[in-house]
């Protein structure tokens, strides 16, 4: 079965490889998938600082920082935004916490590759027209899972220390900010979360706020 962020292996291997990873965790270690995509998406934020030339935060170069620097500076629509540290959070509840909800990764991925689909049409391919989303099928009793996990793992490892412009010379990189800030609006506008993904970021926030929710 093809993977949902199939469509980013040319251009963005690193990111294709972290979205099949969480895929493929999803039902036999949900806490993994929620690694995986907090990885992806930390992975978005780096290529943004690099294709746009952003000066990274000098003192406390947090992953909440280096966010909170790309929506001060435009970049970032509210909704991926939230998305963002919507990834951000559930991966940091993942390695401290050891969250592992199934229902909140089933969730999370569909979103992480809303994410995905956006960075896309940003920063890769404007033109770019996504597949429907389809929930992975569980692979992880088939003879041959382990090994490809450690394969995958291992490329992705590989991928995610070189940057955005040196696995792929189709990216323009001369693209002003002023025209990227044109592609990220308009590219959000062609996004439709659902229902239940909006209400999924909604409770996120609040919950960033202070609030318990049932």
């Given at each position: 079965m093809s993977s949902?962020?199939?469509?980013?292996?040319?251009?963005?291997?690193?990111?294709?490889?972290l979205g099949s990873l969480a895929e493929n965790y999803l039902y036999s270690d949900?806490?993994?998938?929620?690694?995986?995509?907090?990885?992806?998406?930390?992975?978005?934020?780096n290529y943004m600082f690099e294709l746009d030339g952003i000066k990274p935060p000098e003192t406390d170069n947090t992953l909440v920082n280096k966010i909170n620097v790309l929506k001060h500076e435009g970049m970032l629509p509210k909704e991926i935004n939230e998305i963002l540290h919507a990834l951000r959070k559930k991966r940091n509840q993942a390695v401290h916490e050891g969250?592992?909800?199934l229902d909140d990764c089933k969730t999370l991925l569909?979103?992480?590759?809303?994410l995905g689909i956006w960075f896309m049409q940003v920063y890769g391919d404007w033109q770019y027209k996504p597949e429907p989303f389809i929930l992975p099928e569980d692979t992880?009793?088939?003879?041959?899972?382990?090994?490809?996990?450690a394969e995958m793992e291992k490329l992705a490892a590989e991928l995610e220390t070189a940057t955005a412009a040196s696995l792929s010379k189709t990216i323009d990189t001369t693209v002003?900010?002023?025209?990227?800030?044109?592609f990220a609006d308009n590219a959000i506008k062609n996004l439709k979360l659902s229902e239940k993904?909006?209400?999924?970021?909604?409770?996120?926030?609040?919950?960033?706020?202070g609030w318990e929710m049932d």
């Open positions: 949902n962020f199939s469509f980013l292996a040319e251009k963005f291997p690193a990111i294709e490889k949900p806490n993994s998938c929620f690694y995986k995509m907090g990885a992806l998406s930390e992975t978005i934020v969250f592992d909800s569909k979103i992480t590759r809303t992880s009793h088939e003879a041959d899972y382990k090994k490809l996990l002003s900010i002023n025209k990227r800030k044109k993904e909006t209400r999924y970021l909604i409770d996120e926030q609040l919950r960033k706020d």
